[in-house]
């Protein structure tokens, strides 16, 4: 099927982070939008607002007839779906063209230059701040991000001219092998989605397969530290970069008075005096990423400064709600052991000798069944630590299976509970709060509207 020339796209699980960007792309290009989604929210909303039409019931009667032609109609749909899912059955029973959300990004990207940004954590941040960087430059470029942009209020951007389009390579299912790299950066591959690659060897082999698809002429910008072994193709450059060493990396770092300046360095110049928008110690290490995919596709050292100083960062990546001399309160997606010690670290720089407080809810059985005790030891870093019951997304509940596991190999000496999601805000109403952090990758972000409003009135 040609995407020119198809009419209708159908989106099955349209709310999701990634395929609402293709649906807003599709939107662009003119074509009729539609889709289901689980449950309503504020980005299906404005889907909605902007011209698709989205349900909430899994219900064939409710497509209507302009996405019933197998001939002018793609169906798009997300692997989180289950496989028994009654639309999704229906579209293949009746011989429509089905592509999963990764191949669909792959076939609109093919033929651009596409800098990709992959890794467990820190590709959202990085590949959203290198857009940012590209986008407000003479270079530009077209983004399919991972989160939305606070500078634009999208996870879209659009060019008309520029040949570089920046993506979020993401790992789950694989998605990230239907990608034809021009340059790509990695920033981590602790293991995760072990769901899906039963071991970690698998998981590693996956990242390295990634590593042969990036194109001759291109190059793999890959964290030092990292165990990965790449396989690029002949005609790839590789380099490496990290806070303090490697190809590209900081010096002169500063850090006070809530901000954060340094030097970048790359192999063949130096910017100094560079602020960092989001002035918190693990965007250094993603800023340098995101400078060396800019700088390496001719973005200036002046429009780099100004972009990174004009980054206003992520909603839901170490997002700030109330910022005050007595109170501070932000949410992050952190899911994983790792984001979560690298969010409590950041905070214990920023705050030295304040209490912190974590809400954490888990995401996923599976998730927690393999890194329980990593999460606890994470968690463990804060003040006092109140655990939610998992998110399941995808997943149907395992035996023995709870937030009971991650509670019990807490720091026995820490304030720590155990909370429903309902109870939680008056659960907080009656805590000494100087730095509250939420963390997860679930629905734990539809409750930051009515904590940031208790504690404002509190």
């Not at 008309?160 to 790299?181: C, G, M, N, Q, Y």
Request: net charge negative; charged share 25%.
């Amino acid at each position: 099927m040609n995407l020119d020339t198809i009419k209708a796209v159908y989106f099955i699980g349209a709310g999701g982070i990634g395929m609402s960007a293709l649906v807003r792309y599709f939107l662009s290009k003119g074509k009729k939008v539609a889709g289901y989604d689980r449950t309503p929210s504020e980005l299906t909303e404005q889907l909605n607002k902007e011209g698709a039409s989205i349900h909430y019931e899994d219900n064939t009667d409710l497509i209507t007839e302009e996405y019933l032609d197998p001939e002018t109609t793609l169906i798009v749909f997300t692997p989180a779906v289950p496989q028994d899912h009654t639309e999704l059955t229906y579209f293949r029973r009746h011989g429509f063209e089905i592509k999963k959300r990764s191949q669909v990004l792959g076939i609109i990207t093919r033929f651009s230059k596409g800098l990709c940004v992959a890794g467990t954590h820190g590709k959202t941040t990085t590949s959203t701040m290198a857009a940012h960087l590209l986008y407000q430059s003479h270079v530009d470029c077209t983004a399919f991000l991972g989160g939305i942009s606070k500078n634009y209020q999208t996870n879209l951007l659009l060019s008309k001219e520029s040949p570089f389009t920046v993506i979020e390579a993401d790992e789950f299912d694989r998605s990230f092998h239907w990608l034809s790299p021009y340059m790509s950066v990695i920033t981590s591959t602790d293991p995760d989605h072990l769901d899906i690659y039963g071991t970690e060897e698998a998981y590693m082999k996956s990242f390295e397969k990634y590593t042969t698809l990036i194109q001759p002429g291109g190059c793999l910008i890959l964290r030092k530290g990292i165990s990965l072994q790449p396989q690029v193709q002949e005609g790839v450059k590789i380099y490496t970069y990290s806070k303090e060493e490697g190809d590209f990396h900081a010096e002169n770092i500063r850090i006070g008075n809530g901000e954060i300046w340094i030097d970048f360095v790359a192999p063949d110049m130096c910017i100094t005096d560079i602020q960092l928008g989001v002035p918190i110690s693990i965007n250094i290490e993603n800023g340098v990423a995101a400078m060396a995919l800019a700088w390496l596709n001719g973005v200036t050292a002046e429009e780099i400064k100004k972009g990174m100083a004009s980054f206003r960062g992520v909603d839901r990546r170490f997002d700030f709600k109330i910022k005050k001399d007595r109170l501070v309160f932000l949410s992050d997606y952190a899911h994983h052991p790792s984001e979560i010690r690298q969010s409590i670290l950041s905070l214990r720089e920023l705050y030295r000798g304040r209490k912190i407080t974590v809400v954490f809810q888990p995401h996923l059985y599976t998730r927690t069944k393999d890194f329980y005790r990593e999460f606890a030891e994470s968690l463990s870093l804060a003040d006092e630590v109140i655990l939610l019951d998992i998110y399941p997304a995808r997943e149907k509940p395992l035996p023995g299976i709870s937030s009971q596991l991650i509670f019990d190999n807490l720091r026995p000496d820490m304030e720590k509970s155990l909370c429903s999601k309902a109870e939680l805000v008056d659960a907080l109403k009656d805590k000494e709060i100087e730095v509250l952090l939420t963390l997860g990758a679930g629905d734990i972000e539809d409750d930051v509207p009515a904590i940031a409003k208790m504690l404002e009135n509190r």
